[in-house]
């Protein structure tokens, strides 16, 4: 079946520190892949994706890369601001399952000034 | 402009009340969700709409029924209301053959 598997929480970093949030998967056939972002008291909002392998989602400073041969689509981020700190959730749809997303558990980010 | 917009925000109510919980979309989609976030943060999908028409019906008590009166309007009635219904639910929309969701604030709801 179609799963996605996510670090657990809660990761905290100072400021400006190196972020990555570890995600692979599981699915059959070609999925296109998704990093949702929860700021708190907020809704999700979609944060960057890649439809194919070896594509780069990219937005806000935060990149991950669609990696076919290790399934996995790591987030990272350079340098982190108090701003980041949110739930960041990994996603995959597979065409034909009604365009369901599958969510990972999320990942709770903590940035200290 | 809100974008997705859900009704009421907070919502408290003792057990064994019925409620409903609207949500509306102006960005012109065919296809709207219902999910349940729990304190963990686990996000679970209960139900889509896509053109009006029931699309994905999880595993989800009967107690729980969508409605969706047109392509911008889908609304959640629970009935009889348990401790374990307490959640955040949200709503959100997409366009079909695109997969990108675009979520509500969501409805905090307390069940004492």
């Known amino acids: 079946g179609n799963s996605v598997t996510q670090m657990e929480g809660p990761v905290t970093l100072s400021e400006e520190a190196f972020l990555t949030i570890n995600c692979t998967y599981t699915a059959t056939g070609y999925p296109s892949l998704f990093w949702y972002v929860q700021y708190p008291g907020e809704g999700l909002q979609l944060l960057l994706k890649a439809t194919k392998a070896d594509d780069k989602g990219s937005n806000k400073g935060f990149e991950a890369t669609y990696r076919k041969e290790t399934t996995s689509f790591h987030l990272e981020k350079g340098s982190v601001q108090v701003s980041d700190s949110a739930v960041y959730f990994c996603?995959?749809?597979?065409?034909?399952?009604?365009?369901?997303?599958?969510w990972g558990l999320g990942t709770s980010l903590a940035v200290n000034p | 402009d809100t974008a997705v917009s859900q009704t009421p925000k907070y919502l408290v109510t003792q057990m064994g009340n019925d409620k409903s919980i609207k949500c509306e979309q102006n960005l012109g989609h065919d296809t709207m969700y219902w999910y349940k976030q729990d304190s963990k943060k686990f996000l679970k999908i209960m139900f889509s709409?896509?053109?009006?028409?029931?699309?994905i019906n999880e595993t989800v008590p009967n107690r729980f029924s969508p409605k969706s009166p047109d392509k911008a309007h889908l609304n959640l009635h629970i009935n009889s209301l348990e401790l374990g219904d307490s959640a955040v639910y949200f709503c959100?929309?997409?366009?079909?053959?695109?997969?990108?969701?675009?979520f509500g604030p969501g409805t905090r709801l307390t069940v004492l």
């Open positions: 996603a995959l749809s597979v065409a034909g399952n009604n365009r369901k997303l599958i």
């Open positions: 709409y896509n053109n009006k028409e029931l699309i």
């Open positions: 959100a929309s997409s366009q079909s053959g695109t997969d990108t969701q675009y």
